[in-house]
């Protein structure tokens, strides 16, 4: 993989830096930093006097996210750690809150192009871990859960209506030989599904690729914990912006801000996701089914002074 065919284009970029209402000194967490597409341009608001921060499981992603931030030496730290470990990265750093966050979900174009099993267009071993450094692997998955846990992760995480055949055809082709290749798994969904799920738009192997992706990095349970605890590091004003590329993290990510707006924790600014412009699908198709969503910390003090005011 070179490092030209590395260079990424990051998702609703303009969207993004006007949601995060970024200004000169802010200090700026990027829970998702990948190949530093957004962290480039968050750096170049914030500068001077500002900090970014970034983190990512992918030690790959983070290497290449250093040489693209290099003319920034100084402004920004990266660290290899779990985006649910925010507060812990901040500590480390003598941070309390900060002025923003930024969560980009899923998984990149070059995560997807690497061969570590994350597409089936690539024959590659059925890793699909985003940190190496973990032990569970699809391949684990796939070869050593029951009928009944696969049919359940198939249909959680990838909403897959036929996740019982799906299920089924796995264990059976398993009893033969291991299933170590993404090819492998391809075909045997493709026997499991019937010939008129073959003209649907996307690939019959797309949701149950995604159901192990997930399910192997935990993907859905962390962004739960990780929205928890990022609303509290925020500042009073200060922006969180989360953007999804599925029904499930959107569901959670309106969820959780629902909630924190009932909470009176913050403000909601999309009312509505946004959505990518028809020219920003044509130019990066992997934007296509990104949402976007922000919210803002309340400032609560200012809103008990001015509640004092008027009592008097």
Known sequence: MTEEKAEHIPVMLNEVIQCLNLK??????????????HGERILEEI??????????????????AEKRLSRFKGHFYLFHENF???????????IKKVDAVLFDLGISSY????????????????????????????????????????SAIIKNYGEERY???????IVKARRFQSIETTTELKDIILRAV??????????????????????????LENLEKALDRT????????RLVVISFHSLEDRIVKRKFRY?????????????????????????PRARSAKLRCVQRRNNHKNNILLKIFLL
Not at 53 to 64: A, C, H, T
Not at 84 to 94: E, G, T, Y
């Open 84 to 94: 649910i470990n925010l507060d812990k990265v901040l500590s480390s750093l003598n």
């Open 260 to 284: 924190f707006s009932k909470e009176n924790k913050v403000e909601i600014i999309t009312s509505k996701p946004l959505r990518p412009t028809d020219f920003e699908i044509q130019i990066n």
């Open 163 to 169: 996740h019982r055949k799906i299920a089924e055809e």
């Open 194 to 219: 019937p010939y008129s799920y073959l003209k649907q738009k996307i690939h019959p192997a797309t949701r149950t690729f995604q159901a192990l992706r997930i399910a192997v990095n935990g993907e």
């Open 111 to 150: 995560q997807l192009e690497n061969r570590r099993g994350f597409s089936f267009k690539e024959d590659a071993f059925l890793d699909m871990r985003l940190d190496t450094d973990e032990s569970l692997t699809a391949y684990d998955i796939v070869n050593y859960y029951s009928l009944e846990e696969l």
């Open 24 to 37: 000169p000194g802010d200090v700026v967490v990027d829970a998702t930093v990948g190949l530093g597409g």
């Open 47 to 64: 500068l001077p006097g500002g900090k970014l921060i970034g983190v990512d499981r992918d030690r790959n992603s983070l290497e290449l």
């Open 231 to 238: 609303v509290e590091l925020l500042l009073p004003e200060g």
